[in-house]
């Protein structure tokens, strides 16, 4: 398995409270991205980052910011956290050089009541 | 807008026979395509992958077929194992890091 890990892999929380996910990786990867899954949508994308303080919106960026300040480091975050927000968020990693293919994270599962 | 269709939500076939998901997509810049397998509360993982230059690809029990005329490709699973079970995500990007997965078809393999 890549080396990427998340925080927390569970979260309860509250309408309007910020909630920050992070994504740690051992691999090196240039591309890191966060997507959430929800029944019935699959995977949609929020937010990529391509480098270091590079990064752009995805399909599903609305209500959503994140950053990378080091390579191994992704943070998404939820400034103000809404019920439809209430999903499964999932990192990946990938090294275009050398392949397509994405290596997805254990997912967090994120409650907002 | 649904680029990526996956129109079966479930498939249940029997050990020892094929199980073929489909998946059909509609933009014509995906030069790309993947299959990932997921098991609950796990990530995805990647399982095989075609380029749009080619019509088949194989992997062991796991082959994927493009049609790109008819902009629909599918996986064949033969022969088919219970620990084959899980939710199967299609997948396609431009090489643009814009992957788009399809909502998934959850596979029952019954012993």
Not at chain 1, 41 to 69: A, M, P
């Amino acid at each position: 398995d890549a080396g990427i890990t998340q925080s927390p892999r569970h979260k309860v929380t509250e309408t309007g409270t910020p909630v920050t996910l992070r994504c740690h990786q051992t691999e090196n990867h240039r591309y890191m991205y966060w997507y959430r899954q929800d029944p019935g949508h699959g995977l949609r994308l929020i937010h990529y980052s391509y480098g270091v303080k590079d990064t752009d919106k995805g399909e599903v960026s609305d209500g959503y910011s994140v950053s990378r300040s080091k390579t191994e480091d992704f943070l998404l975050t939820l400034e103000s956290a809404t019920s439809s927000q209430t999903s499964v968020y999932f990192c990946a990693i990938s090294d275009p050089q050398t392949s397509g293919e994405q290596f997805f994270g254990p997912g967090t599962r994120l409650t907002v009541l | 807008d649904q680029q990526v269709k996956q129109n079966s939500p479930s498939l249940s076939v029997q050990e020892g026979r094929i199980s073929i998901l489909n998946c059909d997509y509609t933009n014509s810049m995906f030069d790309y395509f993947l299959w990932y397998k997921k098991y609950p509360a796990e990530g995805p993982t990647f399982l095989i992958s075609i380029s749009s230059i080619k019509d088949k690809n194989e992997d062991g029990r796991f082959t994927v077929f493009l049609n790109k005329s008819a902009k629909h490709l599918s996986l064949h699973i033969v022969p088919s194992q219970p620990g084959d079970s899980a939710v199967y995500f299609c997948a396609a990007s431009a090489h643009n890091n814009d992957m788009r997965f399809g909502a998934g078809t959850r596979l029952t393999v019954k012993p």
